[in-house]
């Protein structure tokens, strides 16, 4: 049974930090690529960063720049590392698990339950 569990999320200022994790269990997770996704209120879901089992990372245009996602296939669990966060970022973020490091929720076949990001002004 595969499970992703999401961490990190919470409720900060514009223009802080937040470090997301996503635990993995149930796969082989080296040799999945991982993804972040989040999902607003009233919004799709929408694609934020995917790395892949090599480390070939992807970003979304909203997040170059300001996040950053690693992968620690010893611990089995994928990073967000947030910076300088703005009102807009808030949302539920998911971690999902893949085949390619692509922007689309279908290429993904597992996903998490979510974790809550709330950015004040």
């Known amino acids: 049974q595969v499970q992703l569990v999401e961490s990190g999320g919470g409720l900060v200022q514009a223009g802080d930090s937040l470090r997301l994790s996503c635990a993995a269990s149930?796969?082989?997770?080296?040799?999945?690529?991982m993804g972040w996704f989040r999902q607003g209120p009233g919004t799709e879901r929408e694609f934020v960063s995917a790395i892949h089992w090599s480390g070939r990372t992807n970003y979304a245009d909203s997040a170059k720049g300001r996040f950053t996602i690693s992968r620690d296939n010893t611990k089995n669990t994928v990073y967000l590392q947030m910076n300088s966060l703005k009102p807009e970022d808030t949302a539920v973020y998911y971690c999902?698990?893949?085949?390619?490091?692509?922007?689309?929720?279908?290429?993904?076949?597992?996903w998490g339950q979510g974790t809550q990001v709330t950015v004040s002004s």
């Open positions: 149930g796969l082989s997770f080296s040799l999945y690529a």
């Open positions: 999902a698990a893949g085949a390619q490091v692509v922007p689309t929720t279908r290429s993904y076949n597992y």
